[in-house]
Nanobody, 124 residues
Framework: QVQLVESGGGLVQAGGSLSLSCAAS????????MGWFRQAPGKEREFVAA????????YYADSVKGRFTVSRDNAKNTVYLQMNSLKVEDTAVYYC?????????????????WGQGTQVTVSS
């Protein structure tokens, strides 16, 4: 099992930027594929971005492509989500998740461990 703690959420105006971090402990971090998901009020949780074990491959939802960047630092056991050009519709609780088999797709059921989430609110 891996424990995940997100941080960096907050309130930002539309067009602004935020950087989220997810610190991991427990199972060897570098063996996990990592993903970011979000859940807006009244909506289902949805995929945002994912990154491979070595960080060389990334995958994004169409809604964030070109605006968000996922990265990781295996030496620091941390995965990041840089969010630029934020829109009101990006408002949600953001979760990071770990896939023990090293996959980095959009399927939530593939992820074994989840953080508690961090709130991102984008105002108009």
């Amino acid at each position: 099992q891996v424990q995940l703690v997100e941080s960096g959420g907050g309130l930002v105006q539309a067009g602004g930027s935020l950087s989220l971090s997810c610190a991991a402990s427990g199972r060897t971090f570098s063996s996990n594929g990592m993903g970011w998901f979000r859940q807006a009020p009244g909506k289902e949780r949805e995929f945002v971005a994912a990154i491979s074990r070595n960080g060389r491959n990334t995958y994004y939802a169409d809604s964030v492509k070109g605006r968000f960047t996922v990265s990781r630092d295996n030496a620091k056991n941390t995965v990041y989500l840089q969010m630029n050009s934020l829109k009101v519709e990006d408002t949600a609780v953001y979760y990071c998740a770990a896939d023990r088999w090293g996959r980095f797709g959009s399927l939530q059921n593939n992820y074994d461990d989840w953080g508690q989430g961090t709130q991102v609110t984008v105002s108009s």
